[in-house]
């Protein structure tokens, strides 16, 4: 009597099938609704968790074939309830069918003492609005009952639920979803002019709000729809709403139609549409859609066409001369202007040179992989444009780019800092929240290299929030990625950065774009390596773990990437191949925000060169040396205004250089300076790493107690951090 209860529940679960039943039993222990208490020593379980637990596929596999056994009229009324969906109200299900209030019950109670069904206590959907609520006990029971009924007949039953949704909920948005699906479901029944005008609504701000929570096929698919709903004068009778229309599918066309139709639907619109601005803008749509796609090259040709209709071109390769070029006609322009009088701007009106503003906004995506002069190229004509026509949406970018100009051409940090900040107020004043999320992005980038790290990463973490929001799916990515790079900068605790970046991971996820994806695994995989040991020892190549994993990666990424791997063999005490691994990033050296980007290359790089061979040909010698001069005198120059972040940076380079110049003795004395300057609680694989060349460095001068302690510090730091693996290699060396 007192296992009654459940009892009941397993029976209407399983049918009492023995394998059905263990099956249930080992799922219901495993998801906690049954347990065993070991203070009592007995079996506990929780009634109302079990009953909310969904029948096993295959018990629905078995009441499916018991369903034609079942009345007629509850049959009937069940593949009603399944063209609604997995869940459904009675008053829905009600008037779609037509039948007495009390015969309506009377088959759903059938249909629920046999299990098909069952009340639902938890709200669903438009639940709120009151009413009996049910929903299938398993939702391959619900599409197999669908299934069952006339192709013909769900038609129809999908056209009239999605008339009844609109007549009873209105323009409620919620429902805005259901009703589009019905409608698509229903489309050989939307045969009046009235009805398709009606349709190619709900279709269309379907798509849209597909499209802003970026499922682009979804977006795609009613985006389409509308289309089919349009008449064949459309373009000349409502040419505003057919070019929107259009504008929408095409990007989404490209993204995740099949593989002809952008090109398709493009070369349908293109002819139809008026002026040198619209057809430019549907340059623009796949222009956007390409950069979703990471084919930044494909990007950057169709911002080209939209430009050449807009009587402006971007240089393919240009030289330095055409920087300086553009650079002059900026300061001339910037000179006799103050920061108030700027912010004074007024906003911008004219629609030609907004647009040529967002198309020179996306270019720099490509610019900044590819060409570090036409980066400075796209941002220098930005600001002048703000300048000349008054301030956009995309100004705050303009004067960020020129803040990255003085700072990293010009080695004016301080100056670029305040260039930065004034262009989050040009941000602020607009208020689009992808405006003061690129700009907080843009601060976030160069905040360390004027004020001390733990103050930047506020910078990264409020930019995702704004430039989720906006919809700014590339730059969101690329917050995510540096968020998980400040915090492994800052020695968060290596399970905490773990769970950080399942968090990033999962909010890009909703983005579905590749390359953010790939960004927030590769994180992961980066810090399960060092978290992790590895019973032989071994690391993935990295250069299959690319190919195969991380196929998403612009060649700006993959520059990161290596950098990474740089610091893993070195972390691993494979010296060799860290520096083996530093020619792949040789051509993105020589981009126009590597030094900003990558400092960690040159520390990198330095503390390996340290640890070569004396017996190292002269010609290897002489090219070493240069490479720590260049690596020192950056670092020189970080130190000078962020002593907080580059400092002990500094002071190790400089150790290493005179290591490898074969002056133990000073070098040593270089290396205690920077463990002694090390902010405290912060840089722990630094902490480690400089330990460990300083305890090598004493084993060479013969101070044996000294290289105890030191290489016990190295031990501790990579303790404190959780590298668990590098505790692990370290004990074995």
């Known amino acids: 009597e007192k296992n009654s209860g459940v009892v009941d529940v397993l029976y209407y679960k399983t049918k009492c099938i023995p394998i059905f039943l263990r099956e249930f ?45 079942l009345p007629g009229p509850t049959l009937n009324l069940l593949q009603q309830a399944a063209c609604i969906g997995v869940h459904f109200d009675l008053d829905t299900l009600q008037a779609l069918s037509g039948r007495p209030p009390g015969e309506t019950v009377l088959h759903l109670g059938v249909a629920l003492q046999e299990g098909y069904i069952r009340l639902r206590d938890e709200p669903i959907g438009l639940q709120a609005t009151g009413g009996k609520w049910y929903s299938f006990t398993h939702d ?30 209105g323009a409620d948005d919620a429902i805005l979803y259901a009703t589009a699906t019905h409608l698509l479901a229903g489309m050989p029944h939307l045969d009046t002019p009235e009805i398709k005008a009606d349709a190619k609504q709900v279709f269309f701000a379907a798509g849209k709000k597909a499209r802003l929570a970026a499922s682009y096929a979804l977006a795609y698919q009613y985006f389409d729809a509308a289309r089919q709903m349009l008449g064949p004068d459309c373009w000349e009778q409502d040419y505003a709403n057919t070019y929107a229309l259009y504008n929408d ?8 139609g099949p593989k002809e139709a952008g090109p398709r639907l493009f070369d349908e619109a293109f002819p139809r549409t008026n002026g040198s601005l619209d057809r430019a803008r549907l340059h623009l749509a796949r222009m956007e859609a390409f950069i979703y796609l990471t084919e930044m090259r494909a990007s950057f040709e169709a911002g080209q066409a939209a430009l050449d209709l807009l009587g402006r071109r971007l240089p393919e390769r240009p030289g330095q001369p055409a920087v300086l070029a553009e650079l002059i006609k900026t300061t001339l322009l910037l000179a006799p202007r103050s920061f108030e009088s700027i912010l004074a701007l007024p906003e911008r009106s004219d629609p030609k040179t907004r647009l040529r503003e967002r198309i020179y906004f996306f270019a720099l995506q490509y610019a900044y992989s590819n060409s570090n002069e036409l980066f400075a190229i796209i941002s ?51 208020g689009a929240p992808v405006a003061v999320g690129g700009a907080r992005f843009a601060l976030g980038l160069s905040a360390p290299f004027v004020r001390p790290l733990p103050e930047c990463l506020n910078y990264f973490e409020t930019a995702f929030g704004l430039l989720q929001r906006a919809g700014d799916i590339t730059t969101t990515g690329a917050a995510a990625y540096n968020i998980m790079s400040y915090n492994m900068l800052l020695a968060t605790p290596l399970q905490t950065c773990r769970d950080i970046n399942a968090y990033y991971l999962g ?13 927030q695994q590769w994180y992961g995989q980066f810090i399960d390596l060092l978290l992790h040991p590895r019973e032989n020892g071994e690391l993935p190549d990295p250069q299959v773990l690319l190919k195969e994993k ?9 520059s990161m990437y290596f950098v990474q791997w740089m610091q893993l063999y070195y972390w691993f005490g494979r010296y060799d191949d860290a520096l083996s691994i530093a020619p792949m990033v040789a051509t993105m050296e020589q981009a126009f925000v590597f030094h900003i980007s990558y400092p960690e290359f040159y520390f990198v790089r330095a503390l390996a060169i340290a640890r070569q061979d004396e017996t190292n040909g002269s010609d290897d010698r002489k090219d070493n040396l240069k490479l720590l001069h260049k690596a020192l005198r950056l670092l020189a120059k970080h130190n000078r205004y962020a002593p907080a972040n580059f400092h002990h940076k500094y002071l190790a380079v400089q150790g290493a250089l005179y290591l490898y110049e074969g002056n133990a003795l000073r070098a040593l004395t270089s290396f205690h300076e920077a463990l002694a300057v090390i902010p405290k609680g912060y840089y722990y694989s630094d902490m480690a790493a400089i330990s460990e060349l300083a305890a090598y460095t004493a084993l060479r001068l013969g101070r044996l107690k000294e290289v105890s302690g030191l290489i016990e510090q190295a031990r501790l730091a990579l303790d404190t951090w959780g590298a668990q693996a590098l505790c692990r290699r370290l004990k074995a060396d």
């Open 550 to 558: 991380y196929g998403s990666f612009s060649e700006n990424y993959k």
């Open 507 to 519: 909010q890009v996820q909703t983005n579905k774009q590749a390359l953010g994806i790939e960004l």
């Open 25 to 69: 039993l080992n799922r219901a222990n495993r998801e906690g609704a049954i347990y065993f208490d070991y203070d009592q020593n007995t079996w506990k379980w929780d009634r109302d968790r079990i009953e909310q637990m969904p029948i096993s596929g295959n018990v629905a596999e078995l009441m499916l074939t018991k369903s034609r056994q």
């Open 380 to 430: 220098l004509r930005m600001q002048r444009q703000s300048l000349r026509k008054g301030l956009s949406v995309y100004s705050y970018s303009g004067f960020s780019l020129y803040a990255a100009v003085l700072s990293l051409g010009f080695g004016r940090y301080l100056r670029g800092f305040e260039y930065l900040e004034l262009a989050l107020k040009i941000a602020q004043k607009n």
């Open 140 to 169: 391959r029971l619900q599409q197999a009952v669908y299934l069952m009924a006339d192709p013909a007949w769900r038609s129809l039953q999908h056209f009239r639920t999605a008339g009844y949704l609109q007549r009873r909920y």
């Open 249 to 256: 599918l095409i990007e989404c066309a490209y993204i995740a």
